[in-house]
């Protein structure tokens, strides 16, 4: 089941995404994430914040967000989307990044962006599988423990 996210879905939230910041470099930032934030990120993103659940459990969570700042992007947003290892596979994520599309160009929105880790071949494919592409590869512009990290950028124009 996709719902939208709510205030007590935050620690779940952030227990997930912290283990990614901590035990991978498929994200560059080494700064954990509060509840108190992923509550407010919630609130500021009504609408574009959504969760799984499967058999009554969280699995996982999908949220957009400006792309950029300025008004020239207010069409694009970039999304972050996160499934516990065990909900892989099973059409989760699947289900989670089409419910944000939705929600996006309901929104008024034109384009998604996905900023991957290049480390992170399974969320290359994962978003090629959904049509996103490759738009650019920017080489070393992370560092996470000690090693040079790769950006890729793909989009999907809605």
Known sequence: MIRA???SDAEAIRELWNEMIRDTVFTFTTVEKTTA???AMIAERQGASFV???GGRFAGFVSFGPFRSGPGYAHTVEHTVLLHSG???GGV???L?????AAALALGHH???AAISASNPGAVAFHGRLGFIEVARMP???RKNGQWLDLVLMQKTL
């Open 5 to 7: 996210a709510r205030a």
């Open 37 to 39: 934030g992923v509550s």
């Open 52 to 54: 799984a659940e499967t």
């Open 87 to 89: 909900s892989r596979g």
């Open 93 to 95: 994520g699947r289900a």
């Open 97 to 101: 990044m089409a419910r944000a599309e």
């Open 111 to 113: 384009v998604m962006v």
């Open 140 to 142: 070393e512009v992370g």
